[in-house]
């Protein structure tokens, strides 16, 4: 079983969601917390993935050496290059991040 972490962004980007997508999005973390190195589809890199629920993606970062997974955000087709653009550009502060919550734990 992985660990999930949401980022603040992947949690604004859920709470502006209409109930039927949190819904899709709630089934996604339950689908990634049980098998999350072998969800979705991987983008650049085969720990960076996202997955589509309905005309959306969540992205998302698989750290298996913590058995984790840090929920990024959640976009559409018309804004996936720009999201997975920066995503990628921030990688490093990310596993950072994740570093440190891992000792507040």
Not at 2 to 8: A, E, P, Y
Not at 25 to 42: E, F, R, T, W
């Amino acid at each position: 079983m992985f660990r999930i972490f949401t980022t603040k962004e992947f949690d604004d980007d859920f709470n502006n969601l209409d109930e039927s997508d949190k819904k899709r999005a709630h089934k996604i973390m339950k689908q990634l917390k049980k098998q999350g190195d072998s969800v979705g589809k991987p983008l650049r890199r085969k720990y960076f993935r996202e997955k589509k629920f309905g005309k959306k993606r969540l992205y998302y970062l698989i750290y298996k050496e913590f058995t984790l997974i840090l929920t990024l955000g959640i976009g559409d087709k018309k804004t996936q290059q720009e999201t997975i653009d920066e995503i990628f550009l921030e990688l490093n502060n990310y596993k950072e991040f994740v570093i440190n919550k891992l000792k507040k734990l």
